[in-house]
Nanobody, 121 residues
């Protein structure tokens, strides 16, 4: 079992920055990945980025590449999402999840409760 708790969301003006935090507890993360998703009102939950816990290798969707940075602190069992140059379309509830790849498919075993990010024009 892994428990995930997100924090750091809030209201920010367009062009501003926020840092989201995903604190993990429970079993060790080993070779898992930690992913960030977001869900805007009335839309599906979309993948944003992920980081491999063991190596720190990261992957981003095109819409956030160059603006968002995912990182992890192994000592604190915490993953960060630094979001810069925020746009109104980044407004969503952001979730972190424990991810693993199995037979070419990504499985998401544990989820946090989400944190709201609102970007105003």
């Amino acid at each position: 079992q892994v428990q995930l708790v997100e924090s750091g969301g809030g209201l920010v003006q367009a062009g501003g920055s926020l840092r989201l935090t995903c604190a993990a507890s429970g079993r060790t993360l080993g070779d898992y990945h930690i992913a960030w998703f977001r869900q805007a009102p009335g839309k599906e939950r979309d993948f944003v980025t992920r980081i491999r816990w063991s190596t720190g290798n990261a992957f981003y969707v095109d819409s956030v590449r160059g603006r968002f940075t995912i990182s992890r602190d192994k000592a604190k069992s915490t993953v960060y999402l630094d979001m810069n140059n925020l746009k109104s379309e980044d407004t969503a509830v952001y979730y972190c999840a424990v991810a693993r790849e199995s037979n070419g498919l990504w499985q998401y075993d544990y989820w946090g409760q989400g944190t709201q990010v609102t970007v105003s024009e």
